[in-house]
């Protein structure tokens, strides 16, 4: 490949890192239809990949895109549709593509997009992969991981839930208040994913993900700006920002992997634990209290060390009671599990974790694994516990993770 390919490539893989949304969703808000409008931009992906190199990188790769991705639009109604729906169709499309796009700054629409995604004609578990999908771009088999399906389910989900769009006309707009209560959870489960896995790079140093720790907070800074009595849309905001304010102390100097216990706090973003504090304790003041506040309560504990105290592992123990109460997830029993360990000793504990030793689920969790081991090794099982290592550390995709787990087993055992 030489030097203009390269370039080119680099070009349009930042525009897709960049825009893939915004662009997905100002397609498919005019046409309805969000498989074509993906079809339609990957025709302009491949379009710019063959003609760059030749013509150079536009100044304006986003607006070059979105105008050869509007003209493949076109072409494709114009094939699948006759008679005097087509010309309708065409002519809202026509008076599209006579926007003065250069120049300007592309239209952001992926909100309205992301509650479309979310409306009641779509099916409830397909809502939040949907919007993984058309506005963030995760591949169907991410999506799969990420909600315990395979990815042949996933991806024929995903297929159904286009077409019951472009079927059933869903209008592309950010609904009344009256119809929130349905899609409001899609939508922030969706966020909270997005920031996930970005915030699953924890050196910052895949810009893929990096930038999909920034939108997750970036859509989440939205949807509570547009929803400021919403107390689930600022509990949201305050979890992701409480994680953020910590990426800096999650390595140490060499890229090893830093326990929250161990982190230093003096790396701690102070600011963004701040606001993060005056979201949840406005959420608070709502008085209806869900998932998303009541992880941030948590994260609020454990960076009490910054004011000089220790982590309150009581309230982090009744926390998680009530999370399970709200969202009954193997996850949150983990960590409750690891909670009571703190405050009624390691045999309570593993007596928690051993309740979920039924759940298939778990069985190629890390986490699980993870924890298992710990409280194994507090209570003198050296033989179990290694085991509990081996199943983590062979799970483990991160290196340095995967370091730190290897590390605790050789103390363990003496290696």
Known sequence: MDDRS??????????????????????????????????????????????????????????????????????????????????????????????RMSGEELPDDRLRLMFACAHPAIEASVRAP????????????????????????????????????????IPFRVPEKAELGERLGAVLEAIYATFAEGWSDPTGTDSRRRNLAGEGIWLGRLVASL???EPEALGLLALMLFAEARRSARRGPDGDFV????????????????????????????????????????????????????????????????????????????????????????TAGLAALYVLGDDKRLQDYQPYWAARAGLLARLGNTKQAAQAYDQAIGLERDPALRRFLQGEKAKLVGG
């Open 227 to 229: 929803m400021p009595d």
């Open 259 to 346: 326990p929250l216990a161990e982190q230093d706090i003096a790396l701690w973003d102070d600011s963004l634990i701040d606001e993060a504090e005056a979201l949840l304790a406005g959420a608070a003041q709502r008085g209806l209290i869900g998932r998303y506040q009541l992880e941030a309560a948590v994260q609020s504990a454990h960076t009490a060390r910054r004011r000089g105290s220790g982590t309150d592992w009581a309230a982090i123990r009744q926390l998680y009671d009530a999370l399970l109460s709200v969202a009954g997830s193997p996850v949150v029993a983990i960590n409750r599990a690891v909670a009571i360990a703190e405050t009624e000793g390691a």
């Open 130 to 169: 949907l919007i993984l999908q058309t506005i963030l771009g995760f591949d169907a088999a991410t999506i799969a991981s990420a909600f315990l399906v395979s990815p042949a389910t996933m991806g024929q989900r995903l297929v159904r839930a286009k077409a019951r769009i472009r079927e059933t006309g």
């Open 6 to 99: 390269e370039i080119a490539r680099a070009a349009a893989e930042a525009a897709a890192r960049s825009s893939y949304g915004k662009l997905v969703a100002w397609l498919a808000a005019r046409t309805r239809d969000v498989a074509g409008a993906e079809d339609a931009l990957a025709d302009a992906f491949a379009a710019a990949l063959e003609r760059w190199p030749r013509t150079g990188v536009p100044a304006q790769p986003e607006a070059w895109l979105l105008a050869v991705a509007r003209r493949r639009d076109v072409d494709a109604v114009r094939r699948r549709l006759t008679g005097e729906a087509a010309r309708d169709h065409l002519q809202l499309i026509a008076e599209e593509m006579e926007a």
